[in-house]
């Protein structure tokens, strides 16, 4: 499909720019450079993985004619360094002339990705020849996973007010270390485009406007896979603790069996820990879907929290407050992962709401954020 896609690109860039003027002194060459990067975007998008691919391929083409003592070196270093200056070497193998500013900024560039090929080359040489396997390494599959993702923004499929993008994550179920490597993957996309210059966001983009959201919806995207991979923590957690056989951790576990609580929420991507953590806890942050209120209960003494049937019991009744949330998506990511310090002082400094004191009761719309030994 993409061979389709690039025959269609090839005839309509050789009917709308002529190669020969195509250099700084015309007066139509920043709308050649334009027409050039939106088609190129344009066929590509949806597929990361071959467009970093052809970036790279593009880059080693001119390499060839130009210093091929370097091609070797180039081979070995990852595709997705090639992502900011690839397009630059598929105009200029079609014969564009660019202006003197991009011509050193690609410069720039390309020393850096030189000395890393440098590296690479002088390492595989000293390495002796090991003979394995060859699999598939996490930062491999954390990369695949990363263009996947963005992928949704460059179809247009992403919206941070939809399931998307976290449905793609439950579906492929990644491992920590994965995901580890998919959110180090975004945050070094998210970081590109904070370190373009205005005239690269000009050249690149056309517009700021453009930028800015390209720059928005990574982030949004590097966040909401922070969200899952916290999640994905507490969930292992629960599981085992649940695991747990004999003794004490049976008592708990049979005391917190009938607990009424809300395991999930799809709208806000909120997961419960296990009710039976809260046993002999210091403190829980709640949070009550249906009614909006987010609370923390604190333990009366060093007996920690109590549980019966599916109340709180040996809570602090004047410390333990709960408020109302106006804007429960936006306000909810301020307790994400923090310290229970940390929490206090956001609930009570920074959610403007009136303190009400806490009844102690669970329920099926209960979400059982946070549990603090």
Request: proline share 2%; aromatic share 10%.
């Amino acid at each position: 499909m993409i061979s389709i896609k690039i025959k269609r690109l090839e005839d309509d860039i050789e009917t709308r720019v002529d190669w020969g003027n195509f250099n700084p002194q015309d007066p139509k060459y920043d709308k050649f450079m334009r027409i050039c990067q939106d088609h190129f975007h344009e066929t590509y998008k949806g597929n990361g993985a071959a467009r970093t691919t052809l970036f790279k391929n593009e880059t080693i083409e001119w390499y060839k004619k130009e210093k091929s003592q370097l091609v070797k070196n180039l081979t070995l270093v990852e595709d997705w360094r090639f992502m900011s200056i690839g397009l630059y070497y598929w105009l200029m193998n079609k014969g564009a002339v660019l202006s003197p500013d991009t011509l050193q900024w690609i410069s720039e560039k390309m020393t850096e990705i030189e000395n890393i090929g440098y590296k690479l080359v002088k390492e595989d040489t000293e390495k002796e020849p090991i003979v394995v396997k060859k699999e598939t390494t996490p930062e491999e599959l954390g990369k695949w996973l990363a263009s996947d993702l963005e992928d949704l923004i460059l179809t247009g499929e992403y919206n941070e007010n939809t399931d998307t993008a976290y449905d793609l994550l439950r579906e492929n179920a990644p491992k920590p270390i994965v995901m580890r490597c998919c959110i180090e993957q975004l945050k070094l996309l998210v970081d590109e485009h904070l370190g373009f210059s205005k005239d690269e966001i000009q050249e690149g983009f056309g517009s700021k406007d453009k930028w800015s959201y390209y720059l928005t919806q990574y982030s949004s995207l590097m966040r909401l896979a922070e969200t899952y991979f916290q999640n994905a923590k507490t969930v292992r957690r629960s599981r085992k603790t649940r695991k747990l056989r004999g003794g004490k951790a049976a008592r708990i576990a049979k005391i917190a069996e009938k607990v009424s609580f809300n395991r999930q929420d799809t709208k806000l991507k909120l997961v419960s820990v296990d009710p039976a953590q809260i046993i002999g806890s210091k403190s829980v942050l709640v949070f009550n879907t249906k009614t909006r209120k987010i609370g923390v209960y604190y333990a009366k003494d060093s007996e920690g929290l109590q549980i019966r049937g599916t109340t709180i019991n040996n809570y602090d009744e004047e410390k333990s407050t709960h408020k109302t949330l106006r804007n429960p998506e936006k306000q909810i990511e301020g307790f994400r992962d923090k310290t229970m310090k940390r929490c206090e002082i956001i609930l009570r400094d920074y959610i403007k709401a009136v303190g009400k004191v806490m009844n102690g009761r669970l329920n099926e719309h209960t979400i059982i954020m946070k549990v603090w030994k």
